[in-house]
């Protein structure tokens, strides 16, 4: 069985100070990992896919790379409108065409204080 | 471009009641996935239709099915309602060829 762990469940930055989450992940065969940001009551936005260990994906302070068991989300210089909850997710690979389901872990809730 | 779009925004139902939500995919997406969050976890799979075929189901009751129409707009139903169903359902879209998932604002759904 598919299984994502975050940490920590929440994170608590003082404006400028930069950090890290961690997703630990074991999957039978990864297609991809993804990156997902969440807003109070909205649904998930997207940010990246990671598809292979040693990959990085970058956007504007936030920077995603993957090994062969975790991914981590680094947070350069981050801003009070960076607080979020971050998903992290994996699609196994099910054979063929087919892109199945995505399995969440629990989050890691970000407060950026000014 | 309109992102997913799902109705309704909230819903109050009272326990034994059905429920039917709607989701509508970014143009040219044709595959649909509905997941279940509820406060404080992430989203847990339901369902994924792809060309009107359902190709997944997550670890959830008979209660709950879902269909996907010829314009590849999809409905989740859910009948018998418990307490425990209280949460918000997300739809996501996904265009061919790719394996990102884009998620609707999602319904929220609260069982009295």
């Known amino acids: 069985e598919d299984q994502v762990t975050q940490s920590p469940e929440a994170l608590r930055l003082q404006e400028g100070e930069s950090s890290s989450l961690n997703c630990s992940y074991t999957?039978?065969?990864?297609?991809?990992l993804f990156w997902y940001r969440q807003d109070p009551g909205k649904g998930p936005e997207f940010l990246f896919t990671?598809?292979?260990a040693g990959e990085e994906k970058e956007k504007e302070r936030l920077k995603a790379t993957l090994t062969k068991k975790e991914s981590f989300l680094h947070i350069t210089a981050p801003k009070p409108e960076d607080s979020a909850t971050y998903l992290c997710?994996?699609?196994?690979?099910?054979?063929?065409?087919?892109?199945?389901?995505?399995?969440f872990g629990q989050g890691t809730i970000l407060t950026v204080h000014p | 471009d309109a992102g997913v779009t799902q109705s309704p925004t909230h819903l109050i139902k009272t326990r034994g009641q059905h429920v039917t939500l709607r989701c509508s995919p970014i143009?040219?997406?044709?595959?649909v996935s509905w997941y279940q969050q509820v406060l404080g976890q992430g989203p847990q799979f339901i369902f994924q239709?792809?060309?009107?075929?359902?190709?997944g189901r997550g670890n959830f009751p008979d209660r709950f099915s879902a269909r996907q129409f010829p314009n590849y707009s999809s409905e989740l139903n859910v009948n018998a309602l418990l307490l425990g169903d209280s949460a918000l359902y997300l739809c996501?879209?996904?265009?061919?060829?790719?394996?990102?998932?884009?998620f609707g604002p999602g319904t929220r759904l609260t069982v009295l």
């Open positions: 996501a879209s996904s265009p061919p060829g790719v394996g990102e998932q884009f």
């Open positions: 999957v039978s065969g990864l297609r991809g």
């Open positions: 990671l598809y292979s």
């Open positions: 997710a994996v699609q196994a690979d099910a054979g063929g065409t087919s892109y199945g389901k995505l399995t």
């Open positions: 143009s040219g997406h044709k595959s």
């Open positions: 239709y792809y060309e009107k075929e359902e190709r």
